[in-house]
Nanobody, 114 residues
C-alpha cells in the first residue's frame, strides 16, 4: 500500500503563508506526476495543483497565482507553497499521484482564520 506523508499545516491568519511538504515513495515519485488535493468541511475532495515529472505545473483557478507546487528529486518530496491565504483555503490537504491512487495519507490540516 502506497504511503504519502503530508506535513506543514497549521493555523494562519488571512493573507499569511504556509509551506506544505509530502514525502513520496521513490518508486512512485520517479514514475508519475504528483498532485495536491484538499477537502474542506462538508465538501468533496478537490484537486488543487499538479506537477509532472518534467516540471510542468497546473493549478485550480481558485489557487492560481497564490500557490506554487514544486518537487525535489533528491528528496522525493512534493511541496506546496501557499501565499495570500484566504479563509476558504481552510481544509485538510493531501498529496497523491496523478491520476490518483486509492491509498491516501492522513493529510495535514490548514486553517486560515483571524
Amino acid at each position: 500500500q502506497v504511503q504519502f506523508v503530508e506535513s506543514g499545516g497549521g493555523l494562519v491568519q488571512p493573507g499569511g503563508s504556509l509551506r506544505l511538504s509530502c514525502a513520496v515513495p521513490g518508486r512512485i515519485f520517479s514514475t508519475t506526476a504528483m498532485g495536491w488535493y484538499r477537502q474542506a468541511p462538508g465538501k468533496q475532495r478537490e484537486w488543487v495543483a499538479y506537477i509532472t515529472i518534467g516540471g510542468t505545473t497546473n493549478y485550480a483557478d481558485s489557487v492560481k497565482d497564490r500557490f506554487t507546487i514544486s518537487r525535489d528529486n533528491a528528496k522525493n518530496t512534493v511541496d506546496l507553497q501557499m501565499n495570500s491565504l484566504k479563509p476558504e483555503d481552510t481544509a485538510i490537504y493531501y498529496c497523491n499521484s496523478v491520476p490518483r491512487r486509492d491509498s491516501w495519507g492522513q493529510g495535514t490540516q490548514v486553517t486560515v482564520s483571524s
